[in-house]
Every structure is written in structure tokens, then in C-alpha cells.
């Protein structure tokens, strides 16, 4: 019983893969060969057709299986793949080195923000290229191509907001369809011309690689169009696993997209004159509008594996700390992967809009697509040394043997597509340069506003001790001239010849002595804010950025409302470099006197932060956890840039919007918004 339920698990694994994992790639076929040879560069003989063909079929092999589906999958964190689980765990295991630390961190920031650019030209290329098909069956309708793939992506963004669930169990069924046909067509054309088989043999990949040097350099920013969407393979690991993926590629994908590019080449073969379009004209007459139809479905299919991918990054960021907190929608109460946030959704959109209108085909579009993939596939493989490297701690000679390949490949791929780069291949560096600068702005701008809350702030266990009344100023002080004496004692006999002291023990003296001159200093501080105090009953839980300082929300409520709950707990909410953490490491406790308690909450960079659910299991409390009777205390930080030391300005007026305009933390962090009480505070920058 156990193996057949494991075996249906795994028949439906990877067909839920084939639809969403490999649409992308999978519709690849529309328009790889048509950019290759209706460039106008390439001599029809049979020598050459099968030299291009032998680059393509290669081509998916090296990068597809043995890059990705051999070394990349294996790059697992924690069960999760995709660059941001990748830059994760690349970084962590560099830690010890800062400088490499932070230039993998922007290195793998820089490829995130590429996908972006990724998720911009997808859909856009992918949808013109099956409406495109409407101008085969009739060239009259080549001026409705445009708005028709407009309507199409309308529709597509609009309902994104329902969620997936509904049409989702569709989408592996389609696919196996849409891969069947292909494979189907291409068979069909290849047992007209058994010759076009030799294009298996790599030696006529090598061969017009030789011949023609300067040319086949040129076509391999066309050429490398067939493995657009291999990332996706990875970066959907953790919902399908490494064994369905691998089965879908090897039993279906792979098949199918080898028979269909010798297909096409034996098309053309025949009739070189189809160069125009060669996968819809070696269609015949009477399947021609089923399988326009079946590719819109299909790349339909393909643009919201990638638009759902962007919700799940975006959100991956977000708590990562790259991005400030939008509002997330979670369109599946039962699987917590399903998300919509409104703000990717529609600014893709309007980008997509840009692009379809601007390039107009999918031909100026492709120019626009392979600099993204290439570099996105060059800098998985530097990650991947890394990995390698640091985290799985290789020998040298195996890491390079296993990546120095590979990134040959990818170099050479993406130099080409550089040639693209004032024919639209800016357009998507350009977007992913803005989310960069964004995404380093927010970093940066977070960690300035650290420092300005730790800067001068007052420690929480001595600024607690002091408001519950456990503080002597006159033991204080006599403690404090006590030490201070010891200091000077241990200075003299330094300073006197032939006397050997340890060192140690005046560093910790020193260290006793600032601390009673902070808790003094404290105390000085805050006689006015604690007169006339009131004690309330309730639970009032406050959220602080950093550990050991006083909140900003507290010191606001005392000095304002002179109200103090029961039960007090300080939480800090941490997100770490790992896709999950249980329950069993969610919580660290500590106990500061006075019912009050120092609570760390940690997550993974996949996990839903919710603080209320989080708090009530933990069983250290000497109190039921009622939310009803919890308050919840926020600080509302107003950024104000100014000229001192930090970003240019420009940045910290960015920062400052972005601030500004970011969604509450009382939503991102589940907490009831009838719960939450906000104090404001400026923050200078």
C-alpha cells in the first residue's frame, strides 16, 4: 500500500512539474529556430542545418541535463532551490570572509533582480509568439496580434488575485498535450528525412563551430533561447523534488523538444522558404488553429509559472530584508506557497505592457530575452562554486572540475548576447538594475536606521531594573567608586616597573565600571518618564528591531499614556538564511524579572512570520497567552534624510519614500490590526 500511494505521489509530482516547471522552456520551440535561421545569416545546406541543429540539441544537453539537472539540483538548501535558496546558502558558508561575503551577496542580488527582467520578457515573448500564429493561418490578422496579446495578458494578470488552486490542476495535462503534439509533429517530419538524425552526432556541432567561427559565436545569442526557463527547474525544487523534476526532463521534456528541433530542421530541409515561421508553417493546414490555440494555452500556462515565481521571490526578499514589506494576499488557505501581491502584479503588467508595445514581435523580443537568461545562468554557476567550495567543502581541483566547464559555456553564451545589447538587450538589464538599486537602497537604508535606534539607546534589562523600583543610587555609587579605585590601583602598579598584572582583569573592571555609569546615566534619565506610573492589567507585547535596547514604543507609552501592562515581552523577529524553521527552534525565551520576558522569533526565509500564533506556544510564560488581552506595541519611524555620513542623498530621500509607502508590520507579521497600537518617532539617517 505504502508503495503504490509513493508511486502515485510521484506519477503526480511530476506531472504538476511538467506544467509548471517546464512551460517555459517547453514553448521554447515557437521561436529558438525561427531567430537562428530567419536572421538571414545562415546558408541553407544540409551541412549547415545540421551543424545548427547538432548546437541546439548539445546546447539543452550541457546546460540542461548535466548543468542543471546533474549539479545544480543538488545545490539543495534545506530542501529548496532557486538563486535566492542558492545566495543563501553560498553566503552563509562565506561568512568568515566578509569582503567575498558582501560581493556574493551582490552578485546574487543582481541575478534575483534579473529575474525581473525574466519576468517581464516571458510573457511577453512567449504570448506574442502563439498569436503570431494567427498571421499563418491568415495574414489579415496581423493587426490583431498585438491587442490580442494584450487581452491575453490582461486576463492573465487579472485573475491572478483568485489564486491558482481552481485552474491549476490543469495545467500538467495541458502540458503533456502541448509536449505530445510537438513531439508528435516532429517525428512526423523527421521520418520524411532520416538524414536530419545525423544532427545527434556532436561532431557536426563541432564541425560548423570550426568552419564558421565568427558566425556561430554571433548565433548563439539566438541559439540559446532553447534553454530559456532552465532555472525555473531549480528554482522549483522544493514544491516537486529532484526525483519528479528529473523524471519529467528525461521520459517527457527532453523527447519531445529533441523530435520537434530535428522536425523543424528537417522542415526546412524541404522547404527553406518557411524560415519565416517554421513551427506553425510545418503545422498542417487543418491542426493549424488547434495548435495556435494549444500554444496560447501553453504559453499562457508558462507566463504564470514564472508570474506565480515572482510572487514567491518577492516575498522570499522581502524577509531576507531586500525589499521593504508589501501586502501579501494568500489566495490558498491550505498551502502557504500561494500568494498575490498586488503591487508585483500590476507594476509586471505595466512593464509587460511597455515591452509588448515597444518591440512589437517576438523576434525584436528575443534580442531583448537571452542577456537576462545568460547572465542569470552565469552567475547560478559562480554560486555554485561557492557552494561547492565552502558549503560542501570539495577540494579545489573537484570544484573547478566540476563549475570551470560549465562556466566556460555560460561565458561564451552570454558574450554573445552582449552583441544584442543596444538592439534590447538593455531593456532588461535596465530592470533589473532599478530593482538592484532599490533592493541595495533598502539595505542599506535599514541598517542606517539600526544604528541610528542603537546609537544612545539604553540597555532593556538595566532600564527595566530601574522602572520596577530595584534600583539603590547610593550602592550604585559606592560600587562605582569602589571599582573605579580598583582601576586606578591596577594603572599604577602597571606603571610600575618589574610588577606583572593581567591585563584581563582590568578590561573586565573597565567593562563593570561603564556599565554602572550606563545604568546610572539610565537612571538620570528616566526620573521624569517614571512618576506617576500606573500599573493596567493585560499582556503588551513590543516589537523592537534590535535585542537588549528599549523599544521606542515603550518609552513613548510611558512618557505619553503613563500606563504599564502586566505582563510585558519584548519580541524580535528574525529571518535567517534558511528556507524553514520548526517549531522547535522557533522561539528563544529569557526571562528579565518583573513578568517580563525577552522573546527571539526566528524563521526561514520561507516560513510566514506570524507573531501571535508563534508567542502562544511558548510554555515558558507564567500567563495564558489570550489574544484578546494582548496589546501590541509598534513603532511608527518617520526617516528623515539629512546631509551626516551614510548614503548619497538621493538614496536616503528613496529610502525615505520607500519607508514611507511600505505595508504595516502589524499585517506582515499577522497581528490583528484592532491588537496594535503605533507610536510614532523620528529617525534621522
Not at 541543429?53 to 539537472?69: A, N
Not at 520578457?121 to 498569436?131: D, E, N
Not at 513531439?183 to 545527434?200: C, D, I, K, R, T
Not at 502557504?336 to 505592457?353: D, E, M, R, S, T
Request: aromatic share 12%; hydrophobic share 50%.
Amino acid at each position: 500500500m505504502s508503495t503504490l500511494h509513493k508511486q502515485t505521489s510521484t506519477a503526480t509530482l511530476t506531472l504538476g512539474a511538467i506544467g509548471v516547471v517546464y512551460g517555459d522552456i517547453g514553448t521554447s520551440v515557437l521561436y529558438s529556430v525561427k531567430e537562428v535561421f530567419n536572421s538571414g545569416l545562415v546558408e541553407f545546406t544540409p551541412a549547415n542545418i545540421y551543424g545548427i541543429l547538432s548546437i541546439f540539441i548539445w546546447t539543452i544537453t550541457v546546460i540542461v541535463s548535466l548543468k542543471y539537472i546533474t549539479l545544480v539540483l543538488q545545490a539543495d538548501n534545506h530542501g529548496e532551490g532557486g538563486l535566492v535558496a542558492m545566495l543563501a546558502l553560498a553566503s552563509s558558508s562565506i561568512r568568515h570572509r566578509p569582503k567575498l561575503h558582501h560581493i556574493i551577496v551582490l552578485i546574487g542580488i543582481f541575478g534575483t533582480c534579473l529575474f525581473y527582467g525574466d519576468g517581464v520578457i516571458t510573457p511577453a515573448i512567449s504570448v506574442l509568439s502563439a498569436v503570431e500564429g494567427m498571421v499563418v493561418v491568415s495574414p489579415h490578422l496581423h493587426e490583431f496580434v498585438i491587442p490580442a496579446t494584450l487581452a491575453i495578458l490582461f486576463a492573465l494578470f487579472f485573475v491572478q488575485k483568485f489564486g491558482t488552486k481552481g485552474i491549476g490542476k490543469f495545467f500538467g495535462p495541458i502540458m503533456v498535450l502541448w509536449f505530445i503534439c510537438i513531439a508528435g509533429l516532429g517525428l512526423y517530419h523527421v521520418s520524411q528525412n532520416l538524414m536530419v538524425l545525423q544532427a545527434l552526432n556532436p561532431l557536426y556541432a563541432l564541425q560548423f563551430i570550426s568552419h564558421y567561427p565568427l558566425l556561430a559565436f554571433i548565433l548563439l545569442g539566438a541559439i540559446v533561447l532553447c534553454v530559456t526557463g532552465g532555472e525555473a527547474l531549480y528554482a522549483d525544487m522544493g514544491h516537486f523534488g529532484k526525483r519528479p523534476i528529473r523524471l519529467a526532463w528525461f521520459f517527457i521534456v527532453m523527447p519531445a523538444l529533441m523530435l520537434n528541433y530535428l522536425g523543424q530542421g528537417a522542415f526546412l530541409l524541404a522547404h527553406p522558404e518557411a524560415k519565416s515561421n517554421p513551427f506553425f508553417l510545418m503545422i498542417p493546414d487543418m491542426l493549424r488553429i488547434p495548435m495556435v490555440l494549444l500554444a496560447t494555452m501553453a504559453t499562457v500556462i508558462a507566463s504564470q509559472a514564472l508570474i506565480s515565481g515572482a510572487f514567491s521571490i518577492t516575498k522570499q526578499v522581502i524577509q531576507l530584508g531586500f525589499l521593504p514589506r508589501l501586502r501579501i494576499v494568500y489566495t490558498n488557505i491550505k498551502e502557504v506557497g500561494q500568494v498575490y501581491i498586488p503591487a508585483v502584479n500590476w507594476g509586471l503588467f505595466v512593464a509587460i505592457v511597455f515591452a509588448v508595445v515597444m518591440f512589437k514581435s517576438s523576434g525584436a523580443l528575443a534580442a531583448a530575452y537571452g542577456i537576462a537568461v545568460c547572465t542569470d545562468m552565469l552567475i547560478t554557476t559562480i554560486l555554485t562554486y561557492f557552494v561547492v567550495r565552502y558549503a560542501w567543502k570539495y577540494p579545489l581541483y573537484i570544484c573547478f572540475g566540476a563549475t570551470a566547464f560549465f562556466f566556460f559555456i555560460d561565458v561564451l553564451f552570454w558574450s554573445s548576447n552582449l552583441l544584442k545589447l543596444f538592439k534590447g538587450g538593455w531593456f532588461p538589464l535596465l530592470l533589473g538594475g532599478i530593482m538592484f538599486v532599490l533592493m541595495t537602497t533598502w539595505r542599506d537604508g535599514k541598517r542606517l536606521v539600526t544604528i541610528a535606534h542603537t546609537a544612545g539607546q539604553m540597555n532593556l534589562k538595566l532600564f527595566l531594573d530601574d522602572l520596577f523600583g530595584s534600583f539603590n543610587t547610593k550602592r550604585l555609587l559606592t560600587a562605582l567608586d569602589s571599582t573605579q579605585l580598583k582601576i586606578d590601583k591596577l594603572s599604577m602598579d602597571i606603571a610600575s616597573a618589574g610588577v606583572n598584572v593581567d591585563d584581563e582583569e582590568i578590561i573586565e573592571l573597565t567593562k563593570q565600571r561603564n556599565l554602572l555609569q550606563q545604568q546610572l546615566a539610565i537612571h538620570e534619565k528616566c526620573q521624569v518618564l517614571f512618576e506617576n506610573i500606573k500599573k493596567v492589567k493585560g499582556i503588551a507585547v513590543f516589537l523592537v528591531a534590535e535585542q537588549n535596547i528599549v523599544p521606542i514604543a515603550l518609552k513613548q507609552n510611558l512618557k505619553h499614556n503613563k500606563v504599564l501592562h502586566e505582563y510585558n515581552i519584548f519580541v524580535t523577529v528574525n529571518t535567517h538564511e534558511v528556507p524553514w524553521i520548526g517549531l522547535n527552534k522557533r522561539s528563544e525565551v529569557t526571562y528579565l524579572g518583573h513578568n517580563c520576558w525577552k522573546v527571539v522569533l526566528n524563521f526561514g526565509f520561507k516560513n510566514d512570520p506570524d507573531v501571535p500564533e508563534s508567542l502562544r506556544h511558548i510554555e515558558q510564560f507564567n500567563f495564558d497567552f489570550i489574544h484578546s488581552q494582548v496589546s501590541y506595541f509598534l513603532s511608527h519611524e518617520n526617516v528623515v534624510p539629512t546631509l551626516a555620513q551614510g548614503m548619497a542623498l538621493w538614496r536616503e530621500k528613496l529610502f525615505a519614500q520607500m519607508h514611507l509607502n511600505a505595508g504595516t508590520a502589524a499585517e506582515f507579521l499577522k497581528i490583528p490590526s484592532n491588537n496594535v497600537v503605533e507610536m510614532g518617532a523620528k529617525v534621522e539617517i
